[in-house]
């Protein structure tokens, strides 16, 4: 299995990106995806996780800011990222995860894709 992040970048407070995950080697047809960022000097943070039954949760401090979908026919996580914050920047890893919640034991990594917001 391989997971291929893109659509990180560079973007002022209040902007809006859209990160985009694709695996690869994936053949179960149930299964769970998130995200995760780590900021310098900070612990790892779930932020998102999608089920494939069509389920999503967020963490409370991206909630109602950030959507998180699942194309299941492509295998590609997607995260709408809007009204961003300087404390949104950091490296955002997308997973396969075990346990389907944000933040929750992950099979897979991705290699992350960076997000910097400006104030």
């Known amino acids: 299995v391989q997971l291929a992040e893109f659509g990180g970048g560079s973007v002022q407070a209040g902007g809006t990106l859209r990160l985009s995950c694709v695996a690869s080697?994936?053949?179960?047809?149930?299964?769970?995806m998130g995200w995760v960022r780590q900021a310098p000097g900070k612990e790892r943070e779930g932020v998102a996780a999608?089920?494939?039954?069509?389920?999503?949760m967020y963490a409370d401090s991206v909630k109602g800011r950030f959507t998180i979908s699942l194309d299941n026919a492509k295998y590609t996580l997607y995260l709408v990222m809007s009204s961003l914050k300087p404390e949104d920047t950091a490296m955002y890893y997308c997973?396969?995860?075990?346990?389907?919640?944000?933040?929750?034991?992950?099979?897979?990594w991705g290699q992350g894709t960076q997000v910097t917001v400006s104030s």
């Open positions: 080697g994936v053949t179960y047809k149930s299964y769970c």
């Open positions: 999608a089920d494939s039954d069509g389920s999503t």
């Open positions: 997973a396969i995860l075990r346990d389907c919640r944000p933040g929750g034991a992950a099979s897979y």
